[in-house]
């Protein structure tokens, strides 16, 4: 859960976002070093008086400054693309959970169970409870069990949306007509709030995402209780 004047990332609560995270240090690094030395070279060139013929013309330095940069694109990149087939890895999911973006609500069917499906309202702020957060909570929560991997297909019914949860790494658009696949596992029990991360109209800011990682057990016993409800 983000706070205030948080200046960094969420924790990560899957695998994915934790190499999300490890990737984004190290081309923040890269970045700095980069940083470091341009500003080092302008402020030597506006500083010194001494001037040299070989500065002004030099094969080695502009074959230095070709490859050296090509290096440092490939040192980017590979973690890069590593990142990317991880993220359309998909292996046996345990779950399956389709999420239909509407004017301004989800709804989440899950595809495993017969008749499992419900519509998450955002809870206006004359509802909350004490400690529940203001524009981020919904009226029903999407609930999986810890571990698992978990398929989500989401599609939209009415117009673009997109589906996003910071802490687990996941954003994947929402497009009428069209079904898009992404997959995630959360590593530990929680609490997770996202929110449509796509301009879809007037109540854009109030149609947010909650998620719910349980124990095994306790999916179970919370899928029993909604199918007898149902």
């Not at 290096?71 to 959970?97: C, F, G, V």
């Not at 599609?155 to 802490?167: G, K, T, Y």
Request: net charge negative.
């Amino acid at each position: 859960m983000a706070h205030p004047a948080q200046l960094g990332f969420q924790d990560a609560a899957s695998p994915l976002m934790e190499e999300l995270l490890h990737f984004h240090d190290h081309a923040l690094m890269v970045v700095f070093l980069i940083s470091t030395m341009v500003l080092y070279i302008i402020v030597a060139m506006v500083a010194t008086k001494l001037t040299d013929k070989l500065i002004l013309d030099s094969q080695e330095i502009e074959t230095i400054w070709t490859i050296l940069p090509a290096i440092i694109l490939i040192l980017i990149a590979l973690p890069s693309l590593r990142i990317l087939y991880l993220m359309d890895e998909i292996n046996d999911p345990h779950l399956t959970i389709k999420a239909l973006g509407h004017q301004w609500y989800w709804s989440y069917e899950y595809a495993d169970y017969e008749d499992l499906g419900f519509d998450a309202y955002m809870i206006p702020t004359q509802d909350l409870s004490p400690g529940q957060f203001r524009l981020l909570e919904a009226d029903h929560r999407m609930v999986v069990p810890v571990e698992s991997p978990i398929r989500m297909l989401v599609s939209a019914e009415d117009v673009l949306h997109s589906w996003a949860v910071p802490a687990l790494g996941m954003k994947i658009d929402a497009v009428p007509g069209r079904l898009n696949q992404t997959t995630f596992i959360t590593d530990h029990p929680g609490i997770f709030y996202g929110q449509c991360s796509e301009i879809c109209g007037a109540n854009h800011s109030f149609m947010p995402i909650v998620v719910e990682a349980v124990p095994l057990m306790h999916f179970e016993n919370w899928t029993s209780l909604m199918m007898e409800d149902a």
